[in-house]
């Protein structure tokens, strides 16, 4: 079983960047899709980024389209989420999520598809 840990959040005015990155231990990363969910005060948790296993797609919610960037180095067992030109909207808790993939090139950006989530880092962006 993968356990996740995800840092680097914290507070960043409009306009500022930000990079998450999200470790996994416990086993092999291999086989793996991975993703990026965010979770605002009062409203339901939501889709942000995912890649395949081997980080050769990527999809992204169309609100971070052209902001973000996930990516992932496998010899590290990480996970990243790079976060340019923030708004005071991508104020959220942000969580890791894990899965193993029935295919190379699958990927996944529903929440109950995954099975496996980390414990969230605070992202608050000031305007």
């Known amino acids: 079983q993968v356990q996740l840990v995800e840092s680097g959040g914290g507070l960043v005015q409009a306009g500022g960047s930000l990079r998450l990155s999200c470790a996994a231990t416990?086993?092999?990363?291999?086989?793996?899709?991975m993703s990026w969910f965010r979770q605002a005060p009062g409203k339901e948790r939501e889709f942000v980024a995912a890649?395949?296993?081997?980080?050769?797609?990527?999809y992204y919610a169309d609100s971070v389209k052209g902001r973000f960037t996930i990516s992932r180095d496998i010899a590290k067992n990480t996970v990243y989420l790079q976060m340019n030109s923030l708004k005071p909207e991508d104020t959220a808790v942000y969580y890791c999520a894990a899965r193993l993939g029935n295919y190379p090139g699958s990927i996944y950006s529903r929440d109950d598809d995954y099975d496996t989530w980390g414990q969230g880092t605070q992202v608050t962006v000031s305007s």
């Open positions: 890649i395949t296993w081997s980080g050769g797609i990527t």
């Open positions: 416990g086993r092999t990363f291999s086989g793996y899709a």
